[in-house]
């Protein structure tokens, strides 16, 4: 139980820490290293999707499930996007005034972490013991760069780095909230994780072909965002087989 608690927080608060440069930087990143930083976020997150996440539901629940989840995740997510326009970190050029711009930013980014929170919970509630530490390192690991880009984001909206600091903090806090429903949800009604599972996956992967791959093929960088996303299916590979 305890384990639940501590993987939901550090995944969680990871925004926060990688969003602790910007108090101290002077200049913002180029797109390069822009596009860098969300192609290797893809990266992990579709290993741990594919390797971990699928891998486990199939052993736990078989095919239907996996299939149902997936499909239920990507169901979810679709509607959800709709209700609350996205907007791009970089690429955005919308005649928007100041404060309804950052207040969708915020909203957006908001909404993408409720899965990845839920993501969190459900590993924690399937019986392998290290697929909860997995993908909670997994997301915590996505969720540094993700915290950087909408603190910089912010920052270009004329909002203090303070403020942009603990705006992006807070924006990754509500992985707490669906980590703690999705474990709860699932550990006492055993039959929904690998629902839960797949879920997840279905979510996570969603985001990655609609939001971070894209972002990250904006600027003319495709080639290096390729190579930072094989990079970071590689290193989360090493991380699976290390654990």
């Known amino acids: 139980m305890n384990d639940v608690y501590t993987g939901s927080i550090l995944s969680a608060l990871s925004t926060g820490l990688g969003a602790v440069p910007i108090l101290f930087l002077k200049n913002t990143l180029t797109h390069k290293w822009r596009d860098i930083l969300l192609a290797f976020s893809a990266g992990i997150m579709m290993t741990a999707s594919m390797v971990s996440l699928i891998p486990e539901a199939l052993k736990i629940g ?7 989840g997936l499909l239920l995740g990507v169901l979810i997510l679709t509607i959800l996007e709709k209700q609350i326009p996205h907007i791009d970190l970089e690429h955005s ?15 957006a980014i908001t909404l993408h972490n409720l899965p990845e929170g839920l993501s969190v ?6 019986d392998a013991s290290d697929t909860g530490n997995l993908i ?26 303070m403020k942009a600091f603990l705006i992006a903090t807070a924006t990754g806090a509500v992985e707490i909230v669906t980590s703690m429903l999705g474990y709860y949800l699932t ?8 629902y839960g ?28 965002a390729t190579y930072a996303f094989i990079t970071g299916i590689v290193m989360m590979l090493m991380l699976i087989e290390a654990f």
């Not at 919970?121 to 399937?126: E, F, I, L, N, R």
């Not at 984001?153 to 203090?160: D, E």
């Not at 797949?198 to 972002?215: D, Q, R, V």
Request: no cysteine; charged share 15%.
């Open 62 to 68: 078989g095919m239907l499930p996996v299939v149902a």
């Open 197 to 224: 599972l797949s879920f997840a996956a279905g979510a996570m992967l969603f985001i990655i072909y609609k939001e971070l791959i894209p972002e990250s093929h904006g600027d003319g960088n495709e080639r290096t």
């Open 136 to 161: 909670a390192f997994a997301i915590g690991f996505q969720n540094a760069p993700e915290g950087f880009l909408v603190a910089l984001f912010l920052i270009s909206q004329n909002i203090g780095r």
């Open 187 to 194: 550990n006492y009604v055993n039959t929904l994780v690998p």
């Open 93 to 107: 050029r919308s005649g928007i005034q100041f404060d309804e711009k950052a207040l969708l930013i915020i909203a």
């Open 121 to 126: 919970g459900v590993s924690y509630a399937a």
